[in-house]
């Protein structure tokens, strides 16, 4: 090994380890801003990029001055004012396995290729599958395959997690589309709020986008069964056949979960595959005060869960959820002879099953978010930003200024300020002077064809006293916006 590299490793290893831990504390005590955008040349430059590209580090203090410089150009999500978009707030250890990954580089995907991963990934597969009813074994550490169980692994996010749903549920009604190309009658239903990624990944599977047909919404974006019903009938009626049915717990932009009993029901009644794309909103099995938005989920015959979302976990780390551990071993029937075995092998490999052939130590990150702290804070954490947004929703009705459209389910909640200016260019101006100041980071959506504020409660730490002074700073930049 390079001497000057090693002399780098034992100098700045701990300083970094300091680093990291003044801009977790710094943020947490609300100090500098959440975000301060910079132009990418800017940051480039402040970088040093271009030299350290050509020559690599010199000395451990370019080592520490690029890290220092790199968080500065970060967004802060352990700001308690960070309630942006629907990415995981981590704890501050949850890097280590990143870490641990990013030394030892064991893609799990292949047991024989990373052991302790993919054993890891078994077992909280088991507990996620528990949380569904799905899981007939005695303890998370039973590996036998019983006929009953379910099934799952994990992969890189929300969007593939979709498409590898939906391609199962391909290969159940239409077996052949894997050899022959995708039949052109089959259509997915579902609402025509659900996630991009459902339409892009009907796309991606050759089936054109206008397969998925969109079911008619409420004027809070939540799917009505009736017209479920409807579309299926006029689908059959034009000689299509539904492949699935997809609901959203909860919504992206709203947070609000369809009604996934009667939506159970319909398919069951009609023999359909069942999808939820619980993304972000499936977290809520884990809390026996917040399951109710989940009454039915059991009934999905597929369901994903993103831990980068609201378990806590660094991005990305996604579940895809199977109540028939044959609908995914069906999958994907295509065989590349290096990898698969057919014979018994130690372990479980969950490469056959995944988009991603090499795929990264999902399983030890989602463990560990258990190992910091246990399940008991994690659903402590849950209950606490879905009371928050409740809370929040509450401030908002006193408020003559301010209107949320509709009482929270999740740590969603869309608002808009109606002082002044009544447009959505206004809503959007407002959204981006806030966060042009670094007090807070918000998103904003349209919620039937108008435009909101969102705020995303993601951050353990955030209390009612920071959304009141999100409200108060709102309308002090209000007064200065003009579109
Ligand atoms: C309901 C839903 N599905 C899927 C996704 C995509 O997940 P990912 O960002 O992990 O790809 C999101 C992301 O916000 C989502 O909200």
């Known amino acids: 090994m390079n001497t000057i590299k090693k002399d780098f490793w034992n100098a700045t290893v701990a300083k970094i380890g300091n680093a990291l831990n003044s801009y977790v504390v710094r943020s947490q005590k609300e100090e500098g801003p959440v975000l301060?955008?910079?132009?990418?040349?800017?940051?480039?430059?402040?970088?040093?990029?271009?030299?350290?590209?050509?020559?690599?580090?010199?000395?451990?203090?370019?080592?520490?001055?690029?890290?220092?410089?790199?968080?500065?150009?970060?967004?802060?999500?352990?700001?308690?004012?960070?309630?942006?978009?629907?990415?995981?707030?981590?704890?501050?250890?949850?890097?280590?396995?990143?870490?641990?990954?990013?030394?030892?580089?064991?893609?799990?995907?292949?047991?024989?290729m990373g052991p302790a991963g993919g054993a890891l990934e078994g077992f909280m597969i088991h507990w996620m599958l528990d949380k569904l009813g799905w899981f007939q074994g005695k303890e998370y550490t039973d590996f036998k395959k019983y006929p009953n169980n379910g099934s799952g692994l994990l992969t890189h996010g929300g969007s593939v997690a979709n498409l590898t749903a939906l391609s199962a549920a391909r290969a159940a009604i239409a077996p052949e589309a894997w050899t022959e190309g995708s039949p052109t009658d089959l259509v997915v239903l579902g609402p025509s709020t659900s996630h991009y990624s459902i339409a892009r990944a009907i796309s991606i599977m050759g089936m054109g986008s206008q397969a998925f047909v969109p079911v008619a919404v409420d004027h809070n974006e939540v799917l009505l069964v009736p017209?479920?019903?409807?579309?299926?009938?006029?689908?059959?009626?034009?000689?299509?056949?539904?492949?699935?049915?997809?609901?959203?717990?909860?919504?992206?932009?709203?947070?609000?979960?369809?009604?996934?009993?009667?939506?159970?029901?319909?398919?069951?009644?009609?023999?359909?595959?069942?999808?939820?794309?619980?993304?972000?909103?499936?977290?809520?099995?884990?809390?026996?005060?917040?399951?109710?938005?989940?009454?039915?989920?059991?009934?999905?015959?597929?369901?994903?869960?993103?831990?980068?979302?609201?378990?806590?976990?660094?991005?990305?780390?996604?579940?895809?959820?199977?109540?028939?551990?044959?609908?995914?071993?069906?999958?994907?029937?295509?065989k590349g002879s290096y990898v698969f075995h057919s014979t018994e092998v130690v372990g479980m490999d969950s490469m056959p099953y995944t988009v991603?052939?090499?795929?990264?130590?999902?399983?030890?990150?989602?463990?560990?978010?258990?190992?910091?702290?246990?399940?008991?804070?994690?659903?402590?954490?849950?209950?606490?930003?879905?009371?928050?947004?409740?809370?929040?929703?509450?401030?908002?009705?006193?408020?003559?200024?301010?209107?949320?459209?509709?009482?929270?389910?999740?740590?969603?909640?869309?608002?808009?300020?109606?002082?002044?200016?009544?447009?959505?260019?206004?809503?959007?101006?407002?959204?981006?002077?806030?966060?042009?100041?670094?007090?807070?980071y918000i998103t904003s959506c349209e919620v039937n064809n108008q435009r909101y504020l969102r705020v995303v409660l993601i951050h353990p730490d955030t209390q009612l006293h920071h959304l009141e002074s999100l409200l108060d700073h709102i309308r002090s930049i209000a007064e200065k916006v003009v579109v």
């Open 356 to 440: 991603e052939c090499t795929k990264s130590a999902l399983g030890t990150k989602l463990f560990w978010t258990f190992a910091l702290e246990g399940e008991q804070k994690l659903i402590d954490y849950v209950e606490h930003c879905y009371k928050l947004a409740q809370d929040f929703y509450k401030l908002i009705e006193k408020q003559s200024d301010f209107v949320a459209p509709y009482q929270p389910q999740s740590n969603i909640l869309c608002f808009r300020y109606q002082g002044k200016d009544l447009s959505d260019a206004f809503q959007l101006a407002l959204r981006y002077q806030l966060i042009a100041t670094g007090t807070f």
């Open 227 to 334: 017209d479920l019903e409807r579309a299926y009938h006029k689908q059959i009626a034009n000689g299509k056949r539904v492949m699935a049915v997809v609901a959203n717990a909860c919504a992206t932009s709203t947070g609000l979960y369809d009604p996934l009993d009667s939506i159970g029901d319909f398919c069951k009644k009609h023999q359909l595959w069942f999808h939820v794309d619980g993304a972000h909103g499936a977290v809520a099995l884990l809390s026996e005060r917040e399951k109710k938005h989940v009454k039915g989920i059991e009934k999905a015959d597929s369901l994903i869960w993103d831990a980068h979302k609201m378990m806590r976990v660094p991005a990305l780390c996604t579940a895809v959820l199977f109540k028939n551990q044959y609908h995914q071993f069906n999958n994907f029937t295509q």
């Open 36 to 112: 301060q955008q910079q132009d990418p040349t800017q940051i480039i430059k402040a970088l040093k990029a271009e030299s350290l590209f050509k020559s690599g580090f010199q000395k451990a203090s370019e080592v520490l001055e690029f890290v220092s410089t790199y968080l500065d150009n970060t967004n802060h999500l352990h700001h308690p004012r960070y309630m942006g978009h629907q990415v995981a707030v981590p704890h501050p250890f949850s890097g280590i396995p990143d870490w641990i990954h990013g030394t030892a580089n064991n893609p799990s995907s292949l047991y024989e």
